[in-house]
């Protein structure tokens, strides 16, 4: 199970961004899975193909499980999904001890995920490491107890397919009174990926001891030899605390205890290409078991992690371990040839031993040149197969950091991430190499400076984004004159001008010819490119055009204003706006030229009013109420922005019916008496009051069409009485003549 919070690391093995690989870091809080089944508790550590999760179960009472997710093109070829699903599922009907329990298995925005059992305890890495931390050799029974529960476990998983990643990150222990149950993880992953993969894997992570590489020329009877073959280098790593790679070597004196058989267990193991290489899990269960027994009377010490002896005998057999067929003729399931001296025992050469003894330590301590040294010192001494192994890998390991390191350096420019990953790497490899840490300095501070760049580019894009490009500008240069050499500051510079120097080109284009200006004052500070000349240049043009348009408009609106040709004023800055739409001059004196029209509009309404009740009291003849009226209009008049007509003629005309009024009221008491008189036919009087100087002069209305009704019954009288006076006169003048006739004819008879 991964306890490694590496991102870099998964991205550098699966040689993808460290974006893409950031996207399956979720927060702690996050719901995932079926119904959002499982919430994220903590980050347990990162793999090969994927991450590790706690999670609380919330339907099964907040279960703690451990939830993998695996990256999203590791599926994409169908035949390895299939082949993955098939183990899963025979997995998942084993769940027994010492095989990790599977659970769901599902899929999710492209994501594959499955749950585990989470085992509290830690892994047999994390547990030998405590023990290499104290100094304390792991007692021989513990080791036996696990190695025989891993094989319990293996011959379990070969009913279904080997394992082939058994190494110590894999395997669990969870602590039961005073001893450690295991628990095999990770089962299946092996079918998601080629071979190649895992070997660089395994590599990258430092595992690669664990990984075989099946010698030229051998062909292995069964694909459980890979897991037989991790399984010696599991029990290389717990007695002798050995990372170097597989080796055949000579065991360090610090572990007398161990027996001839198991070193011969071992030997053979990791010696799969050997003609005696003819080991099963259940031997090596059945050889281990037997091995335990022999201890029986051995005791545990867990508080100091070493052990004591309870009897004699017990070091007695002890001593027999440089006589590994001992053990050998004891196992009837399985047999074990004698080791050739110079692979178990001791060169009789005390320089040859020492120096041997300090190159390993010098390899412990990744001090691979010393180590280098003294393995070639040994090698003059005495040349043979472990010692070329142990030079063989130091060499190859020294080599490996060298090609992380030159090719950081390669990537620095490409992708710092991934250069600081690989010198990382490569000082991990190999921790002395001064120069790799002052390259991974240099790297950190280039790192440094472009998140800092890229916190500042953020920045500058939010601003942008806002339209405050001056301000982004300002923020760029100011980080450039820092970082001159910095491309993406100048570049985002240039971009960010060409963007207003585009802004600018749209407003000309619309006319906005004042906001052109001010976008292209901005851009000249920071740029005399050509281009910006130019449109400062039609900008210039335009406005002159434009200035021109503008006065010839003004001079004619003046013109309609100085007459209160308010209308037409508006339609000359109307018509010009047509042609200067973004003219904000035009638009100001449209606004203040509608407003005096409608103030214009209002006195107007204003006059008209006046105007009608001054009509309205003269008919009623209140001439002083009209006269006040008219003066309110002569004295608005000259507030009003209205052109109204000058009211001074109407005023002294009712003044002048003002003056009237008195003498209509002398004409109106005349009158009354013209009419008493009418109706006693008193003509003569009629006559007389009708004769009267003040009819001769101007009065009121009404009493005007008093006289005149008067004077025209007077009148239709006098002319009916002249018509009467006529009829009398040729009466008379008829009777004359009728008379004269009479005695004329009487005397002539």
């Known amino acids: 199970m991964p306890k490694i919070k590496n991102i870099h690391l998964l991205a550098h093995i699966n040689e993808i961004p460290?974006?893409?690989?950031?996207l399956l870091f979720l927060e702690p809080g996050n719901h995932i899975g079926p119904?959002?089944?499982?919430?994220?508790?903590?980050?347990?550590?990162?793999?090969?193909?994927?991450?590790v999760y706690l999670v609380k179960d919330h339907q099964n009472k907040d279960k703690l499980l451990t939830l993998k997710m695996i990256l999203p093109y590791i599926f994409e070829d169908e035949s390895k999904l299939e082949i993955f699903l098939d183990k899963i599922t025979e997995l998942q009907k084993v769940q027994k001890q010492p095989i990790l329990p599977v659970y769901d298995f599902w899929k999710q925005n492209n994501l594959y995920f499955y749950s585990m059992e989470y085992i509290i305890g830690p892994s047999l890495e994390e547990w030998l490491e405590e023990y290499q931390r104290l100094k304390k050799c792991v007692p021989l029974p513990e080791v036996c107890k696990i190695i025989i529960q891993v094989c319990s476990g293996l011959t379990l998983l070969h009913k279904i397919s080997s394992h082939y990643l058994l190494h110590p990150n894999n395997l669990l222990l969870k602590k039961e009174g005073k001893s450690y149950e295991v628990y095999i993880s990770d089962f299946g992953l092996y079918y998601l990926r080629e071979k190649q993969f895992w070997n660089r894997a395994f590599s990258l992570m430092g595992r690669e001891t664990y990984l075989f590489s099946e010698p030229k020329n051998t062909i292995w009877e069964s694909s459980r030899q890979h897991d037989i073959?991790?399984?010696?280098?599991?029990?290389?790593?717990?007695?002798?605390?050995?990372?170097?790679?597989?080796?055949?070597k000579q065991w360090p004196e610090n572990r007398e205890d161990v027996p001839g058989s198991l070193l011969s267990i071992m030997q053979n193991a990791i010696s799969p290409g050997s003609a005696e290489s003819s080991l099963t899990i259940d031997g090596i269960q059945y050889a281990l078991e037997e091995i335990l027994l022999e201890y029986k009377d051995c005791e545990l010490s867990t508080a100091k992690k070493d052990w004591s002896y309870k009897q004699e005998t017990t070091k007695k057999r002890l001593s027999l371990k440089n006589n590994p067929e001992y053990f050998i003729e004891e196992s009837p399931k399985i047999s074990f040839p004698s080791l050739p001296p110079k692979e178990v025992a001791f060169v009789k050469n005390a320089d040859y031993n020492k120096l041997l003894l300090q190159a390993r330590n010098r390899l412990d301590q990744k001090k691979y040149p010393e180590a280098i040294e003294l393995l070639s010192q040994a090698f003059i001494i005495q040349e043979n197969s472990i010692v070329s192994e142990l030079l063989e890998n130091a060499q190859s390991l020294l080599k490996r950091a060298v090609e992380c390191k030159e090719e950081a350096q390669r990537k620095e420019k490409e992708d710092i991430r991934s250069a600081i990953a690989l010198i990382t790497m490569s000082i991990e490899i190999y921790p002395y190499d001064q120069e790799a840490k002052k390259i991974l300095e240099i790297f950190k501070e280039k790192q440094e400076m472009q998140n800092e760049i890229s916190e500042i580019l953020k920045e500058g894009d939010q601003l942008e984004e806002k339209g405050k490009y001056e301000e982004a500008i300002l923020l760029w240069k100011r980080k450039a004159s820092v970082s001159p050499d910095n491309k993406e500051l100048q570049d985002r510079i240039i971009q960010v001008l060409d963007i207003m120097g585009e802004e600018a080109r749209e407003s000309i284009e619309s006319g906005s010819l004042e906001t052109a200006q001010k976008q292209l004052d901005t851009i000249l500070k920071y740029s005399q490119d050509p281009y910006f000349q130019e449109l400062q240049k039609q900008i210039f043009q335009m406005t002159q055009k434009k200035q021109k348009n503008l006065d010839l408009?003004?001079?004619?609106?003046?013109?309609?204003l100085q007459k209160k040709q308010f209308s037409a004023a508006l339609d000359v800055w109307e018509n010009q706006l047509k042609k200067m739409p973004q003219e904000k001059q035009i638009q100001q004196k449209i606004l203040e030229t509608q407003k005096i029209l409608s103030l214009s509009q209002e006195n107007e309404k204003e006059y008209w009013n006046l105007i009608e009740a001054a009509q309205k009291l003269e008919k009623r003849e209140d001439y002083k109420g009209a006269l006040q009226a008219l003066e309110k209009i002569r004295k608005r008049r000259a507030e009003w922005v209205y052109s109204a007509p000058d009211p001074t003629n109407e005023i002294e005309r009712l003044k002048k019916m003002l003056i009237s009024m008195e003498y209509s009221h002398q004409a109106q008491a005349l009158l009354l008496d013209v009419n008493i008189a009418i109706s006693k036919k008193e003509w003569n009087k009629v006559e007389k009051i009708l004769s009267e100087p003040v009819f001769q002069l101007s009065l009121i209305p009404s009493v005007q069409k008093s006289y005149k009704n008067s004077y025209l019954l007077f009148e239709k009288h006098q002319k009916r009485w002249?018509?009467?006076?006529?009829?009398?006169?040729?009466?008379?003048?008829?009777?004359?003549?009728?008379?004269?006739?009479?005695l004329y004819f009487f005397y002539k008879k």
């Open 229 to 248: 073959y991790s399984l010696g280098m599991l029990l290389h790593k717990m007695l002798f605390f050995s990372t170097q790679a597989h080796l055949k």
């Open 18 to 22: 460290w974006e893409e690989a950031q």
């Open 722 to 742: 002249q018509i009467i006076n006529e009829i009398f006169k040729i009466a008379l003048t008829a009777i004359g003549i009728g008379s004269f006739v009479v």
């Open 35 to 51: 119904e959002n089944r499982y919430e994220i508790v903590s980050l347990i550590g990162t793999g090969s193909i994927g991450v």
């Open 553 to 560: 408009a003004l001079e004619q609106a003046e013109k309609h």
